[in-house]
């Protein structure tokens, strides 16, 4: 890597590194892991069954996002990250020293690129071409970003594996979504919805409001949550 190129990437590192912040560094830890997601992940599965009239359309829908997230993280993972080798920042010895890292937050594997980002990036942009609602991409879009900000925030990617992470998870969903657009109407009847409670893809908006509001209250407990936290 060019000298100038690492040394812009480790300035923005440092830039949104922690800064030494009790409070968000009880918070992003939390935001970062998977597991807080799971009520999200709950809503969007409801989104998925209601509004899809058989199992056969469902298996079609959560298989695809199975696909994003294999061909996004997995491939990351098992043959990038190994393939390119480079330490995180965290456990570079020459850089973590200038870091301030949140203790219990280190990361063994690879840094090049971010899987969070590729994850998050990828189920957004094909969830929001298949759903096709201006709030519910907006929140997805905001939701992945966030998740890519705790791994700069915490140390263990640089700049530039969140941002390859996130132009290859938007490539990955674009296309998945493209397979998928080819495969589900070649067996189901396509129809344009034309309706103040519908999207263009027959999503209730009414359903969207479910998944929206369940991040939003999501987000809202881990905030309290690391607010009392520090109260204790």
Not at 77 to 102: H, Y
Not at 114 to 123: I, P
Not at 185 to 195: E, G
Request: aromatic residues 14%; hydrophobic residues 50%; charged residues 10%.
């Amino acid at each position: 890597m060019p000298d100038s190129f690492f040394s812009l990437d480790l300035s923005l590192l440092h830039w949104l590194n922690s800064s030494n912040s009790l409070y968000f560094d009880s918070l992003v830890p939390s935001l970062t892991s998977g597991l807080t997601w799971i009520p999200l992940y709950i809503a969007l599965l409801y989104l998925v069954v209601k509004n899809n009239e058989t199992m056969a359309q469902i298996g079609m829908v959560v298989g695809a996002a199975v696909v994003c997230i294999i061909l996004a993280g997995g491939v990351d993972d098992f043959i990038v990250k190994p393939m390119v080798g480079r330490l995180r920042p965290c456990n570079d010895p020459a850089i973590s020293l200038q870091l301030n890292l949140v203790e219990g937050t280190l990361e063994k594997s690879f840094s090049f690129f971010s899987a969070h980002a590729a994850n998050t990036f990828s189920l957004a942009v094909f969830l929001s071409l298949l759903i096709r609602d201006r709030l519910f991409s907006v929140s997805m879009v905001l939701w992945a970003l966030l998740n890519s900000w705790t791994r700069l925030y915490l140390g263990v990617h640089y700049p530039s594996d969140v941002l390859c992470g996130l132009l290859y998870g938007c490539i990955v969903g674009g296309i998945v979504y493209l397979a998928f657009y080819k495969l589900f109407y070649k067996f189901n009847i396509k129809f344009q919805y034309i309706s103040s409670q519908y999207t263009a893809s027959g999503y209730a908006k009414a359903d969207i409001d479910v998944v929206v509001s369940t991040m939003v209250l999501t987000l809202a407990v881990v905030i309290l949550g690391a607010f009392f936290s520090l109260s204790i």
